[in-house]
């Protein structure tokens, strides 16, 4: 015998998986070259510079049982300190070492929040489509619900009306990626502001916290000038889940933090659940070498002039195609409506051509693609005429 749910969530093939898989197996055939792979979200701009001299300096000249020991539960002390003391600058709050709690990735912080915040069987956490597939099973996995606002897909913001009606009494957090994964988009400072009025009210009205937990892995990569709005400072209940997997380019690593605002409703309880739940997950003391290696490059910065042009590249061929996408303003995703609205037959006509797109329903949203551009420059000049051949061959 053995865990039906766990079976179900490790024998379910993931439509990403599947379409990466088939593009290796059609490589071995037709050539590297023939296959146009758009379906995988892995950095594709290496590390910067510092953080591999950073590495070798620690591994050479600091103590080696210090290294790769345990450290503490949420993280060595001086390394959180390091890491909140640029956040504070950055964000122009005040944040303290002792609000960090460090994690292996997003993936186990948005776990272990979920897990700490988890009541009973009707314990409801919200989602915004289109979102991240992972958040079904990180919530259900802790025993809640995992309910979802359907997109707004004239902006690809929040749909605020409808995100309203949804919260009720069991509501216990809402959770926000922005910039988004799949659509890239990032969540005005407006969309925010009325996000966290909503909240308040629902907090009022419910006689409790509604946590907002802003998911932020790609927070860094923002283009034009844009930036994502620091979200602690709009709603005071929020709790930031973040990942140097994005943004350093470090996604085998496996590190990122949880911060908890010390101004927080029940600030401390809610650190000392999340700690409880680390610890029950085996999410403990994340890797000791690049807890360290971040603590020296807190202040390191993706060079994205490479995603930039990639995205530029992308986003007007295919607009010059016809092709009608969303705003793509953060992340290395494009979001682009399927030209007959059948997403997963436009998916299918574009793997006939080696051409890999995600369709979107795994997103919570029916009738788009999702384009990863953290691909080579060449390989997107080489796909648009593709992609205008399946255009054109969609009946009218
Ligand atoms: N959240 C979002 C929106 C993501 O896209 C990802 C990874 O792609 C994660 C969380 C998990 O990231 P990590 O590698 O830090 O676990």
Known sequence: M??????????????????????????????????????????SIPAPAAVNKAAMDIIQNEDSLLVHGYSSAPGFADARDAVAKELAERTGTEIHGSDLYFTCGAAPALISVCSALHIDADTEILGIAPFFPEYRPFIESTGSKFVYVPADTDQFQIDLQTLEKM??????????????????????????????????????EFGKPIYLISDEPYRELVYDGIEAPWVPSIYHDTIVCYSYSKS????????????????LTDAKNIFAAIAGASRVLG??????????????????????????????????????????????DGAFYLFAKAPKGDAKAFSEKCKQKNL??????????????????????????????IFAEVFADEPE
């Open 167 to 204: 919260i009720n009494k069991n509501t216990q957090a809402l959770i926000i990626n922005s910039p988004n994964n799949p659509s890239g988009v990032v969540f005005s400072k407006e969309t925010l502001m009325q996000v966290a009025d909503i909240l308040t009210k629902k907090s009022q």
């Open 356 to 385: 890999l797109v995600v369709p979107s329903d795994d997103f919570g949203v029916e009738g788009y693609f999702r384009l990863c551009y953290c691909v080579s420059k060449e390989m997107i000049e080489r796909s648009l005429p």
């Open 2 to 43: 053995y865990n039906q749910y766990c079976y179900g969530l490790g024998s379910a093939s993931s439509c990403i998986r599947e379409l990466f898989e088939y593009g290796l197996q059609q490589a071995a055939i037709v050539g590297k070259e023939n296959v146009y792979d758009f379906s995988l979200g892995n950095p």
């Open 248 to 263: 350093l380019s470090l996604p085998g690593e496996r590190i990122g933090y949880i911060y908890v605002p010390a101004k």
């Open 283 to 328: 999410h403990v003391c994340p890797p000791t070498l690049i807890q360290r290696v971040v603590a020296r490059c807190a202040y390191e910065k993706p060079d994205l002039e490479a995603y930039d042009v990639n995205r530029k590249l992308l986003y007007h061929g295919l607009k010059e195609i016809g092709y009608e996408c969303a705003s793509p």
